[in-house]
């Protein structure tokens, strides 16, 4: 500054005065003072102060450039366009030279300098109190600034101490950006600026105003991403300060002071925001815009340029902390009360969303055990608690089995020490956790009866345990929700007898307490859930969905289901106030009887509903069939407004799912949605969302007549709808392994107990009824549905459903497999679009796990139904693939609106991962397999041509099946195995439900089914190919048994054993089928090849054994070399063998004779065979027999007689044939005792088969006067008949023949035909036989097992069933008759008698029944006469050891036995 200048400037400093130069002025101030030691420092530093604080910095920095005098301005530092000419080392030149002149430090000269421009580039847009960003005007001139400044950092020329000094004095108007770029630039950090401040409080208060400002104008600010990095730039730094690992804050001052005022701030930020929260801030306010945004830099990107991920960690553990910590003012009994409001959907979306945040830093044992921790050492507040809890369980899978082991290490801590904080907290986590639903944690009402429900349970180990127990219950009831009150009284905990009476006092406690709740246990419904602390359900609305679910039992079991039942009588009030009144609501009936219809009448037939309300139904009924074309229009009208009201709601958060799932930044928020949406499907299905375990139950689905109400089927349809809309935008930008959770996520929310059920019927609706005419968006969004319910199966429970489908329960993949079928061309073809859309659906979504888990994701069977449906529809699949064809999943383009499916599933064949896949054994298309699919196949509506039909059918076979290894599920190439393969699955069609139906004569046949004549033909052709291969045996060794007969074999071997009503008609079924496969094949199969050489007896012991214990029918004729022979050799061999053979010829003879000769003329020209000639013999005594001539003489052996004269006489259905018989010669006794035997047959058969055809039947009065007088024609020539209730299969005996000419039933029922003749006994002369007592308790033990067993059950109900035979065939009356019999013959018999009677009683355990039923007459009559008979009879009933006791579950009850017996 030159002399002039200073001068002109002195001399307006006062007026009228002289112009004094500066140094004039300095000059006299020296002169005036005393020179003294330190008096230079001292006023050298006077000077600068008085600089400091008067100086006009505009008018001080002046300098001359060149030879023009220019004058520089402290504006021109902050003006970008005013200082594109000047360079950073003119402006420190000048700085230095003037602070030189001035004795002034030049670097606390350019501190002033720049922080005076700061604050005129804060100030220069307004008062920045409400602002912390800059403009862009602003930013500019900052950016200007900024560059000096660095440039006289570099130089040592800026003093960063005095910076911070000069910012504080005008913190008032410092912005936060400045202090931000200042520490971007480097040109003083956040540290240096923060410490700087003595005032610790100030600073913070400073920092607390700015950041709340940032957050508020971070939103709606047009420099959000500036504004994003100041925040994340000052949390990094709070953080890392304020949470570094052992830091010593007593070691120095800087330390401490920083560290501290970090925690402070931070502290400081989140109890604002807690308590704003706590508050109810409304969305949009200023308020809500700090949370939101402060909560935001909890994400995990914030902390990515730390070097260490501690401070980060132990920052959010310890924010964590203080949340749960934050104003425990909420008692235990509060959160018992309120715990239903605080789940994860009614939880505050962005404390939610802090918490998931903090779950990232910090892996699911850490933050249980966390939780764990802060329960045990601080008070909490249980709204936050337990909010966490249902957000853990939610948001991190993994997390959920450490909470199960966590509760069970609390309920294990509590009874160890009676530890109440303990119990409190187990069973609060327990519930809250339970109210998430059952993908998530299993129920309340599961978990308390595993618990406590038997005697694993902690709570059973002492008295004291089970005090504690009922103490923590009993404080629990006044504040708990009904729901749970009701799970411990019908889910008791398990408790030793003579602690009984804690028990009972809790449950007076908690009926008491319901009962002032209004809420009944009477009243709860048949299948209602107590799985959650839902509101309690009004009786009216449960009853309605307990005759759902009754009425689908019913359809699929065909009786009352054991719940109604019990209701009728153990809670009669609700059965008879809601349930049948929800049953009977009038409607207009079906003409042919629907499930519900069928299940009124029943309940009606088991007298189970009053006849008034009965008639009041029928009338209402009648009514509705009047009204119905004026009230069908507002019912409908009704239906829709009340759908309305539900389905807005649940509509705008699935909105809100999509908004979340098509924004990748939103990923972390979509469990958030889909909990919403969870919340809103309870009430769109007009009920709380029940948590019950999904996998502890199974569901009853009718796959042929699924069923919906409305009001389900319309959330069923919202929810696939979505689900389809958001699956192809979701697609439209992203692969499928790249769409995030959304899918995955809300899959789960259609799996609770209450909506699965809905889900799945709907499925069936549209897949199997409704497939062909699905948009190919609706299949895709049903494929990606298929494949993510497949995923979670492990957890979902099983599927049973109506007929057509296998007795077992099918889990959820193999359910959805079942409802593709290929019956016609349209079903073939939508299942080929399905299966490509799931397959390739699933590689594309987990192309990055590995093989196991991709496996585990798909359904086998419908991998096994793509590779049938391409191999049947395209005939280059069944080409070699070649190495190079490696497309990818043709996924993207089956997206695409112009998809073509043929080539995206030929795409998907040729895929190589695909090709792997198929290689694994649990794909592999078996022979097996391929048969049971192509069954099914009806060739009316078949896709293929009948020849292109017959060419893939061969090649499947003979090119394709045949020469595979077993291994991946082929033949070897032995044509036998394949034919017995064939055999077996042919079976099981035929018996299946989806290949017969009944017709009126009872004989099964094919229904809509003919593909299966396809397959039988092919049967045939390989057959014929075994008989006539090079393979075939021909000499040498005897033939073994064809191989069809060790398929019978094998399957009756696997059939279930007993003798019931269900054992019976299954085995009746498959032999039934058997019968029609050995029709349908060459004759050859039941004897063997021909041998080449001498005629020899075949080997029929195959065919025998079938006959003899399952089958009754008569072989075709053999051909061989002499045939004669051969047929009187097989016809030999039956005598003895199989007796059945020879009698089922005798019986059908009439029809067949004619045939034999016709066939045996036509082709040998001489006489029928010996045996069959022997067979004629016998058929003409039997007729001569009825004549009034002479009869022939009767052919050998005498029971073949005895059959053919019974056949003649069930022929002319004569009703007395006592004069005939007496005709009989000498030669007539053994072939009377045969004769009695074949009536006893016709006798049983005439009560268990009434309606028989004719001629294979008689009545049973008819039968019984047959038996009366063949029984009187033995007694009057003395002839024992009791050897026939004798038999045994001894060789050679009278049994071995017998035994094979009824079937075991009939053998069995012997006892009840000995009985039903006891009218006709001639009591002196039994008497009189040794046998007689052997035989007569014998058959009455017996009847007494039989009755027992239930067997005689079919006897009484057929006579029952009709009006003539009621009162004839009661095993009640026939066991009381036999009795008294017994009883009046026991003294009359000789002491001989006696011997053999223990012998019957120690085989014969279950005569223990006869003491049970009060056979104490019995009892007391056998030792009547004298010690021998005592002794034997020592194991009498009255003397059995108690071991041989028949179970009481055995037995039919004191009733039943004390009526058939007393």
């Known amino acids: 500054m030159s002399d002039s200048q200073v001068e002109g400037a002195a001399s307006t400093s006062g007026l009228g005065s002289r112009k004094r130069r500066w140094t004039e002025l300095l000059a006299g101030r020296v002169k005036r003072q005393m020179c003294g030691p330190g008096t230079e420092q001292k006023l050298q530093e006077s000077a600068v102060h008085l600089l400091r604080r008067h100086l006009n910095l505009n008018d001080l920095l002046l300098e001359v450039e060149g030879a023009p005098r220019k004058t520089l301005c402290l504006n021109q530092l902050i003006d970008p366009e005013a200082c594109t000419n000047l360079s950073s080392s003119l402006i420190g030149s000048a700085l230095r030279d003037q602070a030189s002149r001035l004795g002034v430090p030049v670097a606390v000269l350019s501190s002033r300098l720049v922080a005076s421009s700061i604050t005129q580039i804060c100030v220069s847009d307004g008062e920045p109190s409400h602002r912390v960003l ?136 989140l109890i604002f925001a807690l308590e704003a929260l706590a508050a109810g801030m409304q969305d949009g306010s200023p308020q809500h815009k700090v949370v939101k945004c402060w909560f935001g830099v909890f994400c995990g990107h914030t902390y990515d340029r730390m070097i260490s991920t501690d401070p980060p960690k132990r920052f959010f553990s310890h924010t964590l902390t203080q949340v749960l910590t934050h104003k425990p003012v909420l008692r235990v009994s509060d959160a018992v009360q ?205 009853a309605h969905q307990d005759v759902e679910k009754a009425i689908a039992v019913f359809e699929h079991t065909g009786r009352i289901p054991s719940a109604v039942m019990e209701a009728s009588i153990f809670r009669r009030p609700y059965y008879t106030a809601h349930f049948l009144p929800a049953l009977l609501t009038p409607r ?183 497939g062909p005419s699905l948009s190919a968006s609706h299949v895709l969004g049903l494929a990606a549905l298929v494949v993510h319910l497949a995923e979670s199966r492990s957890v979902l429970p099983e599927v049973r459903v109506g007929l057509p489908a296998p007795a077992e329960g099918l889990s959820v993949a193999e359910f959805f497999s079942s409802l593709l079928t290929f019956r016609t061309s349209e079903t073939s073809l939508f299942c080929l679009k399905f299966c490509t859309a799931v397959i390739s659906y699933s590689l594309c979504k987990y192309s990055s796990l590995s093989r196991d888990t991709l ?20 005939p280059e699949a069944r080409d070699p693939l070649c190495p190079e064809d490696t497309a990818d999943p043709p996924w993207r383009p089956l997206c695409r609106p112009s998809a073509d499916w043929q080539q995206a599933a030929l795409c998907l064949w040729k895929q190589r991962t695909f090709q792997e896949l198929l290689k694994e054994k649990e794909f592999h298309l078996t022979y097996r397999d391929w048969l049971r699919l192509e069954l099914e196949i009806q ?114 071997q696997a059939l279930a054993s007993g003798w019931d009503v269900a054992a019976r008609l299954q085995r009746q079924r498959e032999l039934l089928v058997y019968k029609w496969i050995l029709l349908g094949l060459p004759p050859s199969i039941v004897v063997g090849r021909p041998q080449a050489g001498r005629p020899a007896a075949p080997d029929c012991t195959e065919f025998f054994h079938l006959v003899n214990s399952e089958l009754g029918l008569l072989s075709a004729c053999l051909q061989s070399g002499d045939p004669s022979l051969t047929a009187d050799l097989v016809l030999t061999a039956c005598q003895t063998e199989c007796p059945l053979v020879l009698t089922s010829a005798l019986l059908w003879w009439p029809r067949l004779e004619p045939e034999l000769r016709s066939r045996w003329r036509r082709c040998l020209q001489g006489p029928l065979p010996q045996e069959l000639q022997r067979l004629w013999e016998a058929q003409r005594f039997g007729r001569s027999c009825l004549l009034p001539d002479t009869a022939s003489p009767a052919p050998g052996p005498a029971w073949l007689s005895a059959a053919a004269l019974y056949f003649e006489i069930q022929r002319a259905g004569k009703d007395s044939v006592k004069s005939q018989l007496e005709r009989l010669g000498c030669q007539g006794e053994e072939l009377l005792v045969f004769l009695f035997f074949f009536s006893l047959m016709g006798l049983l058969s005439s009560h268990l088969t009434p309606h028989g055809r004719p001629r294979q039947a008689v009545d049973t009065p008819k039968a019984l006067d047959i038996c009366a007088e063949i029984l009187g024609c033995l007694e009057k020539r003395r002839v024992s008949w009791l050897v026939l209730f004798q038999l045994t299969e001894t060789g050679g005996s009278l049994g071995h023949v017998l035994l094979r000419l009824a079937p075991d039933q009939y053998v069995r029922l012997l006892p009840f035909a000995f009985y039903s003749l006891l009218s006709y006994f001639d009591e002196d002369a039994l008497t009189r036989e040794d046998a007689f007592l052997h035989v007569a308790v014998d058959m009455y033990l017996k009847l007494i097992r039989l009755f027992v067993a239930g067997e005689t059950g079919a006897l009484s109900t057929v006579a029952s069933r009709s009006r003539e035979r009621r009162g004839q065939g009661d095993p009640v009356g026939l066991i009381t008759e036999a009795r008294r019999f017994l009883l009046r013959s026991i003294p009359r018999c000789p002491k001989e008698s006696f011997s053999n009677v223990a012998e019957v009683t120690r085989r014969r355990s279950l005569c223990c029944v006869c003491r049970r039923a009060n056979e104490s007459a019995v009892d007391t009559a056998l030792p009547l006469r004298g010690e021998p008979g005592g002794a034997a009879l ?26 058939a017996l007393g």
Not at 222 to 238: E, R, W
Not at 959 to 972: I, K, N, Q, T, W
């Open 1434 to 1459: 020592a194991l009498w009933p009255g003397h059995l050891p108690a071991g041989l006791w028949l179970p009481a579950s055995l037995s039919p009850g004191p009733g039943c036995l004390g009526a």
């Open 134 to 269: 800059l403009s862009a005007e602003q930013r500019k001139k900052l950016s200007s600034l900024l560059e000096v400044a660095q440039y006289l950092l570099a130089h040592s020329m800026f003093s960063r101490i005095s910076l911070c000094q000069e910012l504080w004095e005008v913190q008032g108007s410092l912005l936060l950006e400045v202090v931000w770029q200042l520490h971007i630039q480097n040109v003083v950090s956040f540290q240096e600026l923060l410490e700087s401040h003595a005032d610790t409080q100030a600073t913070v208060a400073w920092l607390f105003r700015n950041l709340c400002l940032l957050c508020e104008e971070m939103e709606a600010s047009p420099y959000n991403d500036i504004a994003s990095a100041m925040l994340s730039d000052l949390v990094q730094m709070f953080v890392l300060r304020g949470f570094q690992k052992n830091s010593d804050l007593s070691r120095n001052v800087e330390p401490e002071q920083m560290g501290q005022l970090a925690f402070v701030v931070l502290q400081r930020m």
């Open 338 to 542: 309120m715990q239903k409001e605080w789940s994860f959907a009614k939880t505050h979306p962005l404390l939610t969303g802090l918490y998931r945040r903090l779950f990232t830093m910090l892996s699911p044992e850490e933050l249980v055990g966390h939780l764990q921790e802060v329960l045990e050492t601080h008070e909490v507040n249980w709204q936050h608690v337990l909010s966490c809890v249902s957000t853990l369980v939610i948001c991190l899978p993994e997390a959920q089995q450490l909470v199960k082991d966590w509760v069970a290490r609390l309920l294990a801590r509590a009874f160890e020490n009676c530890d109440l904080d303990s119990m409190v907290t187990a069973f609060l986590v327990v519930r809250q956790a339970a109210l998430e639903g059952p993908s998530v944690f299993p129920s309340y009402a599961d978990w308390f009866q595993a618990s406590f429900g038997s005697s694993r349970g902690s709570h059973c180990c002492s008295k004291k345990t089970l005090v504690f127990l009922f103490k923590f219950l009993s404080d629990l009831v006044p504040f708990e929700a009904p729901r749970y009150m009701q799970a411990h009284i019908l889910h008791p905990p398990l408790v030793p007898s003579k602690y009984r009476s804690l028990l009972t006092d809790y449950v007076t406690l908690a009926k008491t307490r319901l009962a002032d709740l209004k809420v009944s246990l009477e009243n709860m419904g048949l299948y209602e859930d107590l799985s959650s602390a839902r509101d309690v359900t009004e009786p009216h609305s449960q």
């Open 588 to 770: 207009v009936l079906p003409k042919t009887p629907d499930p519900r219809a069928a299940l009124i009448e029943s309940l009606r037939r088991a007298d189970k509903i009053p006849p008034s309300l009965y008639s009041a139904y029928c009338q209402a009924c009648s009514t509705a069939e009047e009204k119905k074309p004026e009230s069908a229009a507002p019912g409908m009208k009704v239906e829709a407004v009340c759908a309305e009201g539900p389905l807005g709601p649940l509509a705008a958060a699935l909105r809100e799912l999509r908004a979340a799932m098509t924004d990748p930044t939103q990923y972390d928020v979509v469990a958030a949605r889909v909990a919403v949406v969870s919340e809103r499907l309870g009430a769109a299905l007009g009920r709380a969302e029940e948590d019950g375990s999904s996998g502890g139950s199974q569901i009853q689905l009718s796959v042929l007549t699924p069923g919906l109400e409305q009001q389900e089927r319309e959330v069923a349809d919202l929810l696939l709808t979505c689900f389809c809309q958001n699956l192809i935008v979701a697609s439209s930008f992203a692969s499928p392994d790249r769409q995030g959770p959304w899918a995955s996520r809300l899959v789960t929310a259609m799996c609770g107990r209450r909506l699965l059920p809905v889900v799945l019927t709907r499925l069936c609706q549209l897949l199997r009824h409704q």
């Open 855 to 874: 496996c585990s994701c798909l359904s086998p069977a419908l991998v096994k139904k793509f590779q049938f449906i391409i191999l049947r529809l395209f």
């Open 939 to 1052: 060739p009316e509506v078949d896709c293929l041509s009948d020849t292109e039909r017959w060419d893939f059918q061969q090649w499947a076979i003979h090119e394709y099946f045949l020469p595979r290894p077993s291994a991946v599920g082929g033949c070897d190439g032995d044509l036998q195995v394949a034919c017995a393969v064939l055999v077996d699955v042919l079976i099981d069609f035929r018996q299946s439900s989806r290949s017969y139906s009944y017709s009126e004569n009872s004989d099964l046949v094919l229904s809509g089914c003919p593909g299966n004549r396809d397959i039988f033909s092919r049967l045939q052709e390989m057959a014929a190919g075994l008989e006539q291969g090079p393979g075939a045996p021909r000499s040498g060794s005897p033939p073994q048994g064809h191989f069809l007969f060790g398929v019978f074999r094998r399957r009756l």
